[in-house]
Structure formats: structure tokens, C-alpha cells
């Protein structure tokens, strides 16, 4: 079992190291931040969104998007539509969307470099397989036996 969990965590690891490298590379090339490269691209890909359904698409708490929005929106690139008490929703400029489309390119190929060599089974068995992963994963507790109790 320890080399499963090697392996595992070794495959797993390699490819967060590499999407935090190709993000590092948009944020330079764009002179962004990390969360910002998210936002930029669900707001490309998906249009207006609030912020929970931001925070929703991007796995980031609340504050982090927060952030990352005023400062898209300090640097022209978001803008905010009033709906009411918690319910703006945003959208991005015109210069904006052109960051946002640069980005989705650079996503994409990235993905199709990713999966070269598999079939289109291939990649539905592999995403089917790390979309349980990661459900089962965040069910998964290690709970403590407690210390009276031997």
C-alpha cells in the first residue's frame, strides 16, 4: 500500500506543481496574481458571475475572490453590477475580456498538450476517476481515538 500512496501522491503532486508554474507564467506575462488568473478565466468562460458562484467555480474562500475582484476592478479589468444587498454580479471590460481570452487559449492548449496519446474514453475514465478521487477524499476523515480510551 505505501507504494500506491508514493505513486499516487507523486502523479498528483507533479501536476499541481505544473499548473502552478503555468499560472505562474500567465501571472507574469499579465502582471496578475494567482487567484486573479482563475477569476479572469471563469468570468471569460462563463460570463457574469456573483461572488459565491466565483468562489464556487474557483475552490476559493470568499476573501481570496474578494481580493482578487477589487484589484481586477482597480486595474479596469472587472466590472461590478448591482443586484441588490450581496448580489453584484461581475463581468469583465473590454480589456478585460481580451486577458480572459489569452488565458482560456493558454488553459486549453495546455489541456490538450496534457492528453495527448489518450482517446476520448481514455480521458473520460481518467476525469470520472479523479472527479471520485477528490469527493472521496474531501469525505475522509482520520479521526482521533481519544486518549482515555486505549
Known sequence: ??????LFYSL????????????????????????????LYYL????????KQLCD???????AISRS?????????????EEGKYKNKFSLTQKGLEIGKEISAKIDTAIEFAVQGLGVEDRDVIYAGLG???????????????????
Not at 467555480?57 to 476573501?63: A, L, N, Y
Open 132 to 150: 471520485m478521487i477528490a469527493n472521496n477524499l474531501s469525505k475522509f476523515k482520520i479521526t482521533k481515538e481519544k486518549r482515555g480510551n486505549k
Open 44 to 51: 471569460y468562460a462563463e460570463g457574469e458571475m456573483t461572488l
Open 57 to 63: 467555480v474557483c475552490k476559493e474562500d470568499k476573501s
Open 69 to 81: 475582484i477589487a484589484s481586477l476592478e482597480k486595474n479596469g479589468l472587472v466590472n461590478s453590477q
Open 1 to 6: 500500500m505505501q507504494e500506491k500512496f508514493k
Open 12 to 39: 498528483i503532486s507533479k501536476i499541481n506543481k505544473n499548473i502552478r508554474r503555468i499560472k505562474t507564467e500567465i501571472m507574469l506575462e499579465h502582471d496578475i496574481k494567482c487567484p486573479h488568473v482563475s477569476t
